[in-house]
């Protein structure tokens, strides 16, 4: 049982963790540290709820996306004192000007985008990883764009 369970998510980690990585990592405005806590606390509570998971890789992204949420909400109250993007931005791994804009759309927005434009998903399958509607994926996505274009630079901005 123990095997079955340990096999399972070693294939799982296998073929969604980097997808799930790459997504927090983007939607974290580039912080490899969240990215890597993260993902892993999600694949952590996968494994403590898998006999009730239906869909595992939506499961896995809607905790991801929580768990993120939860952390911006937790460096939020410990960096009051200090610009929390400007010390996201200088932890990230993406270019300062896409990390500012990242960091300037709500977490729904930022995670819409991450999952359409950064790992190539549908709308649809970004509606059934996140667990809301089409529709409100599709207005996320409208606003998402609208902001990135008014903050990043104009070539930057070509590619949103």
Partial sequence: MIRDATDELAELFTTCGGQVWRAVL??????RDIADDVTAEAFSQYLQHREEV???????FRIAY?????ERAREKQHVELL???EVAATQSVLSPALTQALLGVSIEQR???VLHYFCDYP?????RLTGTSVP??????????KQLREALPDREANDV
């Fill in 83 to 85: 610009d929390r993007d």
């Fill in 54 to 60: 239906r869909d595992p890789l939506a499961y896995l």
């Fill in 111 to 113: 995670f819409a985008v």
């Fill in 66 to 70: 929580r768990l993120l949420a939860k």
């Fill in 136 to 145: 409100a994926v599709k207005v996320r996505l409208h606003r998402a764009r």
């Fill in 123 to 127: 709308v649809s399958h970004v509606a």
């Fill in 26 to 31: 983007a939607a974290s405005g580039g912080r």
